[in-house]
């Protein structure tokens, strides 16, 4: 999500440069075209080939003539830009819903032999790891031993510099994975400067009924009911209105409510209270969904919530 909505950002940045560019080109043709106009009326005048009344009227006849093709040019070219930002608009919203397409449904997630060299010269070696459908997951391991790596090599942002990711189907077939189908809360989640239902909904109207239960999910309903807005209550980026704890509540309920058959949680509770990151995992582990949580520092009765736990450690 956060992807798509740099791309969209970007397509405005982009809209606002073609219609800059535009204007300036249109308003250059048409000061240019009236000057021209009115001083070949002038010469014209000066010869004694028209009278002066001429020199006045093309005056006049280029400057609303040439006004109006300004203006239906200009329309033109914004509602050719606004063209293609509602079919960006489209794309995202498709994005937002997760395919149910049966037949490419994932039921393993392995590694083999992966590794991944950065820039820098610093080399991840990654053990081989199966997780099937259906499991919960947590992954843990020191700071840097390449968590967060891991999540975005599954998610193909990153490529491995050896070895893959295998997604294998029902059948145990190599499959091409609907990347649609994986919930992802990155490290560093954003709000978006609208409501918190918005936030949630990502403006998909038809999740709009299943606000309240994932607020309650996500343990975010204390937190709403002291709000003088409840779930309207707008983000405001600036004024930094929500505790972190708060933002990583509304993230978690932003992806919990689209029900993706895979969740990938980068530390999406680090910000949360024992007591509500133990409610918040339990629920999201009742789930049927295959969910790999990383977490630091969890108690032993948050941990034991999950089938079992992953303990990255440097490899070479
Ligand atoms: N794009 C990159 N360029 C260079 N090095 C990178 C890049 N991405 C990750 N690394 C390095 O890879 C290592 C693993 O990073 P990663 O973010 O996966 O760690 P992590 O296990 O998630 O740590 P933490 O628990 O602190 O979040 C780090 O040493 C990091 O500096
Ligand atoms: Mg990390």
Do not use: W
Request: proline share 3%.
């Amino acid at each position: 999500m956060q992807k798509t909505s740099r791309q969209l950002e970007n397509a405005f940045v982009k809209k606002q440069k073609i219609i800059s560019i535009a204007d300036f080109l249109n308003g250059c043709t048409n000061s240019f075209s009236q000057i021209a106009i009115t001083f070949l009326a002038a010469i014209l005048f000066f010869n004694h080939q028209v009278t002066f009344g001429v020199v006045i009227a093309a005056g006049n006849f280029s400057t609303s003539i040439l006004s109006s093709l300004l203006t239906i040019t200009t329309a033109m070219t914004r509602m050719q830009s606004v063209q293609e930002i509602n079919k960006q608009i489209i794309e995202l919203q498709q994005f937002n819903r997760p395919s149910k397409k049966p037949n490419n449904e994932i039921y393993s997630i392995s590694t083999h032999n992966l590794s991944i060299s950065f820039k820098n010269g610093e080399t991840l070696y990654y053990p081989n790891l199966e997780i099937k459908k259906g499991e919960k997951i947590l992954l843990c391991g020191d700071s840097g031993v390449g968590k967060s790596t891991l999540f975005k090599l599954i998610l193909h942002q990153i490529k491995p510099t050896s070895g893959q990711v295998i997604f294998k189907d029902k059948y145990n077939r190599k499959l091409e994975p609907n990347y649609a189908q994986i919930g992802y809360i990155p490290q560093d989640g954003h709000l978006f400067p609208v409501s918190i239902s918005d936030n949630i909904t990502m403006f998909n109207a038809s999740l709009n009924s299943l606000v309240k239960k994932f607020v309650e999910r996500t343990c975010l309903k204390k937190d709403v009911l002291n709000m003088s807005n409840g779930v309207e209550t707008k983000v405001d980026l600036d004024k930094s209105n929500f505790s972190g704890g708060q933002k990583q509540k509304i993230i978690l309920a932003r992806n919990e409510i689209r029900n993706f058959p895979i969740m990938l949680a980068d530390e999406a509770t680090s910000a949360i209270d024992s007591t509500n990151t133990y409610h918040i995992l339990k629920n999201l582990v009742s789930s049927n969904q295959t969910v790999i949580v990383i977490a630091h520092n969890l108690d032993p009765i948050t941990e034991n919530l999950f089938d079992r736990k992953i303990h990255l450690k440097y490899e070479r």
